[in-house]
Nanobody
Framework: AVQVVESGGGWVQPGHSLTLSCTVS????????MGWIRQAPGKERAGVSC????????FYADSVKGRFTISRDNAKKRLYLQMNSLKAEDTAMYYC??????????????????????WGQGTQVTVSS
């Protein structure tokens, strides 16, 4: 069975940083684009970032561009999201997922929920003073 497990969430003050990690098992990790999506209280899930299977192409939502960096280690089957200069509006549950709908070595558009074939349980990020 495919398992996706996120970690690294927590509480931070505005302006600080966090790094989220995601470990995947049960599939060939470097066959797939991977992404992060988040859901704030009372809002729908929104794509944050994605990376193609090689890491050669990436996408960032406008709201995080320049502050967040997505990366992957295919040998370790891990996905990362480095989040800098965090803002209160970044507070959300962050989910890592396998983008089974993205074909080829490409991730140039915002991922949406239906693009993900597998999800993790999420990790909470809270940014407040």
């Amino acid at each position: 069975a495919v398992q996706v497990v996120e970690s690294g969430g927590g509480w931070v003050q505005p302006g600080h940083s966090l790094t989220l990690s995601c470990t995947v098992s049960g599939l060939t990790f470097d066959d797939y684009a991977m992404g992060w999506i988040r859901q704030a209280p009372g809002k729908e899930r929104a794509g944050v970032s994605c990376t193609s299977w090689s890491g050669g192409t990436t996408f960032y939502a406008d709201s995080v561009k320049g502050r967040f960096t997505i990366s992957r280690d295919n040998a370790k089957k891990r996905l990362y999201l480095q989040m800098n200069s965090l803002k209160a509006e970044d507070t959300a549950m962050y989910y890592c997922g396998v983008l089974t709908a993205f074909l080829g070595d490409d991730c140039s558009v915002s991922p949406v929920s239906r693009d993900f074939g597998y999800w993790g349980q999420g990790t909470q990020v809270t940014v407040s003073s």
